[in-house]
């Protein structure tokens, strides 16, 4: 095939299956395949540091074709440092020793200026090149709320006055920024935006502080009336703030198809979740297609808390009961507290499986007889009577064992699932008898899955074993393997890395559709 005779977006769909470092360096293949390269290297800028990288990426983003590539923007304002000098001269010295005996924080004040100076002057560099940003699409300002120090300079920069460059076409924004900063959003205008996430820092502030400067911000948010997605999040950092008290401020959006709160997990910031629900989420129920309820870690709180505040997600899943989400296809729950029991979960996925396609579980690691409750309520007799789901897509939950009668259940129940993923802190076996004879309980689950699943052996490790004996019966572990539909399985260890996991792939691989994915996850961050 010829290159000059290959039109630029079939080049664009080949790019997408190769490696990121290998695209770009199409650049220098061809003139033919520059734009290819130049979009792979510049479809994504990030600014976060004063460095001699970040002047000579202004300067790329001065020229033509390579504004126009560019379709997100990340901002985390950085900390500018004092130049120090390495060569100080005798009269310069001696210069400041004057200075010094007259004004003793004469050079704290020099080292200030210099500061000021090289704020002021990243500040024109990473503006003018933004303003040349033509296509950005989206948008994301995040300050590091951990730090103690901050430049106020950089951030307000970056928020309002780079809104305003290029706010025309943006499509999604994430903002990221000290409480204060946001009142200034009161007069940016996004009529393209489509998707806005907000994470309040309010830090020590009261909330009389915190009322008077989010005045502006919900101006700002009443003009987004064309907004499919919203995303609230808080952390332990901001010690005084009650998202309750904002409730009836967020107003409503005809379009919104997604919705996610993430707080700290003891709910202190969140004293009423009942009011939070029926202000904020209950309005968009007939339109909401996808719901996140998501934790962060919890600090010291300066208050006593209510007793039940740490059961906000559950509160909020109680009261939506006689709500009707007739959209709703996909659901991410924090299993929070992690002794808490479920049963307000089963109801919730009971009356909304019929229609859910994509369900998520995280934080809490279910036992065997937690995980056939779970599945049982995913298949409630009255819209499934074989007792299978034939709607649910992908599933991601934590196990506190993974066992090949585990497979065969999530086989067994949800046979047009496409996409598993298992987090999983142990494997089926003792763990004790393995370290006493030498035997890796990991080999021990994959020769399980071999004989127990592909052979149908009788003999399965397992210590809830009558909860699985409807799976493990001959004549279903032949049929249900066959006509499963699992094309994507990913298993994440909490403990550290085995080689086990490339010979289980094997395992999977000749014996499912070669369309089938078998991978390993990450460790979690948290």
Not at 55 to 75: F, H, N, P, Q, Y
Request: with cysteine; aromatic share 10%; hydrophobic share 40%.
């Amino acid at each position: 095939m010829i290159v000059n005779d290959t039109p630029y977006d079939v080049w664009s769909v080949v790019s997408t299956y190769l490696p990121s470092r290998d695209v770009e360096k199409l650049c220098g293949v061809s003139r033919q395949l520059r734009p290819v390269g130049l979009d792979a290297r510049f479809r994504e800028v990030k600014f976060s540091r004063h460095d001699s990288k970040m002047k000579r990426l202004c300067e790329m983003l001065g020229r033509d074709e390579v504004a126009i590539r560019v379709r997100r923007l990340t901002i985390e304002p950085w900390l500018v440092q004092p130049r120090t000098k390495t060569y100080v001269s005798k009269s310069e010295n001696l210069w400041n020793r004057v200075n010094t005996f007259f004004n003793p924080k004469y050079m704290e004040e020099e080292a200030q200026k210099r500061v000021e100076k090289r704020i002021n002057k990243d500040i024109r560099r990473v503006t003018g090149a933004v303003k040349r940003l033509e296509n950005i699409h989206d948008y994301q300002i995040l300050y590091d709320e951990r730090s103690t120090s901050y430049h106020r300079q950089l951030v307000g920069a970056f928020l309002s006055p780079a809104l305003e460059a290029f706010g025309s076409k943006l499509i999604s924004l994430t903002i990221k920024v000290p409480f204060e900063f946001l009142q200034h959003l009161s007069y940016v205008r996004l009529p393209q935006l489509r998707s806005f996430n907000i994470y309040l820092c309010t830090g020590d502030a009261s909330m009389e502080q915190v009322q008077y400067s989010l005045d502006g911000f919900f101006v700002f948010i009443h003009n987004l009336r064309d907004l499919e997605h919203l995303g609230i999040s808080a952390t332990s950092s901001s010690r005084d703030l009650d998202l309750s008290y904002f409730s009836n401020r967020w107003g409503v959006f005809p379009r919104l198809k997604s919705f996610a709160l993430s707080i700290p997990f003891n709910g202190g910031l969140l004293s009423s979740p009942e009011d939070f629900y029926r202000h904020v989420m209950e309005p968009h129920a007939r339109t909401l297609e996808k719901l996140k309820l998501s934790t962060t870690h919890s600090g010291p709180s300066r208050y006593k808390l209510p007793p039940d505040c740490h059961l906000w997600i559950r509160r909020i899943l109680k009261s939506s009961f006689d709500a009707e989400f007739p959209r709703l296809r996909e659901v991410e729950l924090a299993l929070r507290p992690l002794k808490a029991e479920l049963t307000d979960l089963h109801t919730f996925l009971g009356r909304r499986a019929p229609i859910l396609e994509k369900l998520t579980l995280t934080d809490r690691a279910l036992n065997d007889a937690e995980l056939v409750e779970l599945f049982q309520a995913l298949c409630p007799s009255e819209e499934y009577h074989t007792g299978q789901n034939t709607v649910l897509g992908s599933l991601k939950i934590k196990v506190a064992v993974l066992s090949p009668q585990l497979l065969l259940l999530v086989a067994q129940k949800f046979p047009r699932l496409k996409s598993l993923c298992l987090t999983f802190a142990d494997v089926a076996g003792d763990a004790q008898n393995s370290k006493q004879t030498g035997f890796d309980p990991q080999l021990k689950l994959v020769s399980s899955l071999y004989l127990g699943i592909f052979h149908c052996c009788s003999t399965l490790l397992t210590t809830h074993k009558e909860l699985f004996e409807q799976a493990l019966q001959r004549p279903y572990t032949v049929l249900v393997l066959d006509t499963w539909c699992l094309r994507n399985l990913d298993l994440a260890n909490s403990s550290p890395t085995y080689p086990w996991v490339y010979a289980l792939k094997q395992i999977f691989l000749r014996n499912f559709p070669s369309t089938l994915n078998v991978g390993e996850l990450p460790l979690p961050t948290n």
